[in-house]
Each structure stands twice: as C-alpha cells, then as structure tokens.
C-alpha cells in the first residue's frame, strides 16, 4: 500500500506539471471507486490500477459492470507487464495498458488523453448517427407527402398554386 501512495503522489504531480488541464480525483479502493461511479458527475476517464487493496482492477471492472455503473474509458495501470492481464484488461473493454516502466507516466498521460479523445468522438459519432437516422426518416416522410401533394394537384379541378417570397412560382397544378 505504501508503494501505491507513492506512485500515486508522483502520479498526481507529474499531471500537475505537464497536464495541468487535467483534473485527477484519487479513490484508494476499488469499493470508494465504486461508491464515486455512483455519482451523477461523471468521469471523463478513469485510470485503474490491475492490483488494489480490496480486488483487482479486472474485478473491478467486472464489478461495475456487473452492476450497471457507468464505466468511463479506462485505462489498466500495471508494476508489471502481464500479458495475460493487458489481453484480459482489452477484452474487457480497456482503452489502453500501461506498464509502469521508465517514462510510463508520459506514455500514461498520451494514453489518458487518446482514450478520452476517443471516447468523445465516439459519442459524438453516435449523435450524428442518430441526427441522420432522423433526417433520412424525416426526408422519405417529406418525399412521400410530396408525392401525395403531386397527385392531389393533378387531379384537382380548380387552379392551385404557390409562390415563393420573391414571386416565383414553386407549385402549380
């Protein structure tokens, strides 16, 4: 556990100093990290380390996801490089893996902002989807209606026209 205070103290001041924009909240347990995802402010993103004092970061995330919690992009934070663990932490839907070797906490800031990039690309994505899903539905209601209209005036006995604010003629029978 001592180990871990320090590695999050230089964490916290390493960010302090090449990422200040960055705001980190630290929770020293998986069940405080737990309680935090319950809250109504999310996350932008969540660094997890694979070995905490009350479960591992992969039970964690299974945890949360187990009960539907919110799980921002997170990012697997290992002592050591476990393949078998970095496999697991992806399959388990992880942005990244990051080994705390020399200079890991510039490969784990890249990782923080890559996986929060994504992460809002991705929901905007899904927004635009959505946005053209709608216009597409909203456009064959519009043809359809158009061609109603078409046939409506073709069969029309009386004259039947519209203009456009500048006089010109948009529809006429």
């Not at 230089?10 to 090449?18: G, K, N, S």
């Not at 809250?39 to 993103?45: G, H, L, R, S, Y």
């Not at 026209?161 to 529809?171: H, P, Q």
């Amino acid at each position: 556990v001592e180990h871990q205070a320090m590695d999050i103290d230089l964490t916290l001041r390493h960010f302090a100093e090449v990422a200040p924009r960055i705001e980190l909240q630290v929770v020293r347990s998986c069940a405080e990290a737990l309680e935090r995802l319950r809250q109504p402010e999310p996350c932008d993103a969540a660094l997890v380390d694979l070995r905490m004092p009350d479960m591992s970061g992969l039970d964690f995330v299974r945890e949360a996801t187990r009960r539907g919690l919110h799980l921002p992009p997170f990012i697997i934070i290992s002592g050591r490089g476990d393949e078998q663990a970095a496999i697991a932490s992806l399959q388990l839907g992880a942005a990244d893996y990051v080994t705390k070797t020399e200079g890991y906490l510039d490969d784990l800031r890249h990782a923080l902002e890559r996986a929060i990039v994504h992460d809002r690309l991705d929901r905007m994505n899904a927004r635009l989807q959505v946005e053209l899903e709608e216009r597409t539905r909203d456009q064959a209601v519009s043809e359809e209606h158009r061609r109603f209209l078409d046939i409506l005036l073709n069969v029309m006995p009386v004259a039947v026209f519209s203009k456009d604010a500048g006089g010109r003629y948009l529809v006429a029978n």
